[in-house]
Structures are given as structure tokens and as C-alpha cells.
């Protein structure tokens, strides 16, 4: 019933207004009319990252819950993690809109929202009192009209620590201006820095975008190293068009969805030649056959949103399903076993 529930709830949400059939999807999800499996596992699946037990490697990305609404719910989606905001300190309305367009004919999305968001201590006060199945993490953003942007990850940091199992430290939004700036590796040395003093015992992440250079991508992984991070997730939204057929083509912002799928992949499988941090692999995820490629790329994990967009939340479950199947046909015992072992392909 939840199913046909679901396939009629798509269809009307698409003849609407992207961003306030998002904001609807969040009021049924929290509704409960959505399929809700609970978190789908096996011994297959089933993996420790970064300290962190994940009863599967398919994850939810930030951007979808930007302020921890639906936490609960969510966590019995199906998902072996979760991750909510960006978050900043101060709260922020983000861009102008329209700021959410569907690519119907490719498959994607794009994006301008610009870290919109009711700030740190909100999406705090509803994380502590969240009940979760999986893994909580927090995005960490930074305030548009903040004099020290870096001070403002920091700042975030310090207030959900307690509050989360991992935090993600987000310099790769191409939404808020000179933002990726950041990525530079004295830039993000001195930002991981300033995170990593006041993290308590989270595990910080780091997100990349998916448009940097062979030498900017080293240096990343140097600066890693260097900082401790438990873990890198390759890769954000592009802002290449290479392709793309729909009208909304040349709309500013990021780009999400099947576009991204080879370009991010290659990212993914480069940086796995260049540390041995782990990898969670983004962008254009849909399938348990694209989870399970990155999987062989490089990543211990993935993360998928726009793919919801056009497969509905009950995707997440399929996706999990499909990999375990996926795995146990070659053979592999676990999804480690698995990660890397088709890498040159992507190199």
C-alpha cells in the first residue's frame, strides 16, 4: 500500500514546484507515508567506518534534511547513515528563489539554495532530541555574510559535538561565494585545524568538489593526512554542463544526478591512489549497480539525494538490497573486500 502510496505521491510531486514538493516530501515522510523498512542489513553489509557502525554502506547526503526535522523517520528509511544540515551558526534564508531546478531529461538537478538553514542551535536542540536507528552526522557550513568563515565551521563544530556520530566539514559548495576558495591547502589546513580542536571525539569528514585539478586533488589529500581526517566524501556538485539536454541547463549552481556519475567516480578512484583515508563515494548514485561501481572504485560507503528525487525514498532500501546481492554473486564476504578492486577502470 506504501509502495503505490509512494509512486502517487511522486507523480503529483514532480508537476509541482521542486523546492516545495521537497518541503511536502518532508511532511509525509514525517507523516509516515512513507516505506519505512528500517535499516536494511547483512553480514555482507554490514561495516565499521571511521569508528562508526554502519549496518549498511548507503547513506544519505546532506541537503535533504537540512534542519534535522526528520531524523527518525529517516533513519528507518532504509539508509545505513545519515547526514543532515549544512548548518551555521547563525540561521540564513539562503539565495533567492527559484532556486531548485529538475532536469527531467537528464536525470538531475540543480541547486542554488546557498546554505539555507535555521541555524546551529535549532538544528541542535532537534538533534539532541532525535531518536535514531543509524548514524547522525552534521554538515558544516559557514554563514554568507561571516567576516571569518573558517571561525564559523569551528563554531558549528564545537556546538553539535555530543550531539552527532560524525560531522562533515563542507568547503565545497559552489553556492556561497568564494567558498571553495577554502579547498586551498593552506586555507583548509589552518579550517581543519580550528575543527579539530573542538570536535571532542567526533569524526570529522571532508567533502571535495568534483571540479578540482590533478595537483589540487594532491594537495587535499596532503592536507588530510596531515589534519587526521577520518574520512573524505568524493564529491559535491559540479558546476560542468557537459551534455546536459534539459531547458534548465544554464542555470547557476550545482549540479547533481546521473551527469556527475563518471566525472565523480574518477575523482573517487584518483584519490584512492592517493591516500589511504577512507572514501565515501557522491554523485549520481540511483542503483545498486552504481553503488557497488564506486564501492570498486575506492569508496567504503556511498551517499545519494537527487536519485531520490526520481526514485523515491524506498530507493535507499533497493540500493542496499541490490549490493548485498551484488556482492555476494562475486563473491565478496563484505563490502572492504570489495572496495578498490575495479579502480583502474576509472583511472
Same mark, same amino acid.
Given at each position: 500500500?506504501?509502495?503505490?502510496?509512494?509512486?502517487?505521491?511522486?507523480?503529483?510531486?514532480?508537476?509541482?514546484?521542486?523546492?516545495?514538493?521537497?518541503?511536502?516530501?518532508?511532511?509525509?515522510?514525517?507523516?509516515?507515508?512513507?516505506?519505512?523498512?528500517?535499516?536494511?542489513?547483512?553480514?555482507?553489509?554490514?561495516?565499521? &567506518? !571511521?569508528?562508526? +557502525?554502519?549496518?549498511? #554502506? =548507503? *547513506?544519505?547526503?546532506? @541537503?535533504?534534511? %537540512?534542519?534535522?526535522?526528520?531524523? /527518525?523517520?529517516?533513519?528507518?528509511?532504509?539508509?545505513?547513515?545519515?547526514?543532515?544540515?549544512?548548518?551555521?551558526?547563525?540561521?540564513?534564508?539562503?539565495?533567492?528563489?527559484?532556486?531548485?531546478?529538475?532536469?527531467?531529461?537528464?536525470?538531475?538537478?540543480?541547486?542554488?539554495?546557498?546554505?539555507?538553514?535555521?541555524?546551529?542551535?535549532?538544528?541542535?536542540?532537534? &538533534? !539532541?532530541?532525535? +531518536?535514531?536507528?543509524? #548514524? =547522525? *552526522?552534521?554538515?558544516? @557550513?559557514?554563514? %554568507?555574510?561571516?567576516?571569518?568563515? /573558517?571561525?564559523?565551521?569551528?563554531?558549528?563544530?564545537?556546538?553539535?559535538?555530543?550531539?552527532?556520530?560524525?560531522?562533515?566539514?563542507?568547503?565545497?559548495?559552489?553556492?556561497?561565494?568564494?567558498?571553495?576558495?577554502?579547498?586551498?591547502?593552506?586555507?583548509?589546513?589552518?579550517?581543519?585545524?580550528?575543527?579539530?580542536?573542538?570536535?571532542?571525539?567526533?569524526?570529522?569528514?571532508?567533502?571535495?568538489?568534483?571540479?578540482?585539478?590533478?595537483?589540487?586533488?594532491?594537495?587535499?589529500?596532503?592536507?588530510?593526512?596531515?589534519?587526521?581526517?577520518?574520512?573524505?566524501?568524493?564529491?559535491?556538485?559540479?558546476?560542468?554542463?557537459?551534455?546536459?539536454?534539459?531547458?534548465?541547463?544554464?542555470?547557476?549552481?550545482?549540479?547533481?544526478?546521473?551527469?556527475?556519475?563518471?566525472?565523480?567516480?574518477?575523482?573517487?578512484?584518483?584519490?584512492?591512489?592517493?591516500?589511504?583515508?577512507?572514501?565515501?563515494?557522491?554523485?549520481?548514485?540511483?542503483?545498486?549497480?552504481?553503488?557497488?561501481?564506486?564501492?570498486?572504485?575506492?569508496?567504503?560507503?556511498?551517499?545519494?539525494?537527487?536519485?531520490?528525487?526520481?526514485?523515491?525514498?524506498?530507493?535507499?532500501?533497493?540500493?542496499?538490497?541490490?549490493?548485498?546481492?551484488?556482492?555476494?554473486?562475486?563473491?565478496?564476504?563484505?563490502?572492504?573486500?570489495?572496495?578498490?578492486?575495479?579502480?583502474?577502470?576509472?583511472?
Amino acid at each position: 500500500m506504501k509502495a503505490t502510496l509512494e509512486k502517487l505521491g511522486l507523480f503529483a510531486l514532480r508537476r509541482i514546484d521542486p523546492e516545495r514538493a521537497h518541503a511536502l516530501a518532508l511532511k509525509a515522510l514525517k507523516a509516515g507515508l512513507a516505506p519505512l523498512p528500517g535499516p536494511v542489513t547483512s553480514e555482507r553489509l554490514h561495516q565499521t &567506518l !571511521a569508528g562508526l +557502525h554502519l549496518p549498511n #554502506p =548507503v *547513506g544519505l547526503a546532506a @541537503g535533504f534534511d %537540512k534542519n534535522a526535522e526528520a531524523v /527518525a523517520p529517516l533513519s528507518q528509511a532504509g539508509f545505513g547513515f545519515i547526514e543532515v544540515g549544512a548548518a551555521t551558526p547563525l540561521a540564513q534564508p539562503g539565495n533567492p528563489t527559484p532556486r531548485l531546478f529538475r532536469l527531467r531529461e537528464d536525470r538531475a538537478a540543480i541547486n542554488r539554495f546557498g546554505f539555507n538553514n535555521d541555524g546551529m542551535a535549532a538544528i541542535a536542540e532537534r &538533534l !539532541a532530541r532525535a +531518536h535514531s536507528a543509524v #548514524p =547522525v *552526522g552534521i554538515n558544516l @557550513g559557514a554563514n %554568507k555574510t561571516s567576516a571569518d568563515r /573558517a571561525a564559523d565551521f569551528a563554531r558549528v563544530m564545537e556546538h553539535m559535538a555530543g550531539k552527532v556520530s560524525f560531522a562533515t566539514v563542507n568547503v565545497s559548495s559552489p553556492n556561497t561565494e568564494k567558498l571553495r576558495d577554502l579547498q586551498g591547502a593552506d586555507a583548509l589546513a589552518a579550517l581543519l585545524d580550528g575543527v579539530m580542536q573542538t570536535r571532542g571525539t567526533v569524526p570529522v569528514f571532508l567533502k571535495i568538489a568534483p571540479d578540482l585539478t590533478e595537483t589540487e586533488l594532491a594537495d587535499i589529500a596532503s592536507v588530510a593526512r596531515d589534519a587526521q581526517v577520518d574520512a573524505i566524501i568524493a564529491t559535491n556538485t559540479t558546476l560542468d554542463r557537459t551534455g546536459l539536454t534539459s531547458p534548465h541547463r544554464d542555470q547557476a549552481g550545482g549540479l547533481s544526478g546521473q551527469p556527475l556519475v563518471e566525472k565523480s567516480t574518477r575523482v573517487l578512484a584518483r584519490l584512492s591512489t592517493l591516500t589511504d583515508i577512507p572514501l565515501i563515494g557522491v554523485g549520481g548514485v540511483a542503483s545498486g549497480a552504481q553503488a557497488y561501481a564506486k564501492i570498486r572504485a575506492g569508496a567504503s560507503a556511498v551517499q545519494l539525494y537527487t536519485g531520490l528525487v526520481y526514485g523515491g525514498l524506498s530507493l535507499a532500501a533497493e540500493i542496499a538490497q541490490s549490493l548485498d546481492l551484488l556482492l555476494q554473486k562475486d563473491g565478496f564476504s563484505g563490502v572492504s573486500e570489495a572496495v578498490g578492486t575495479d579502480r583502474d577502470r576509472w583511472l
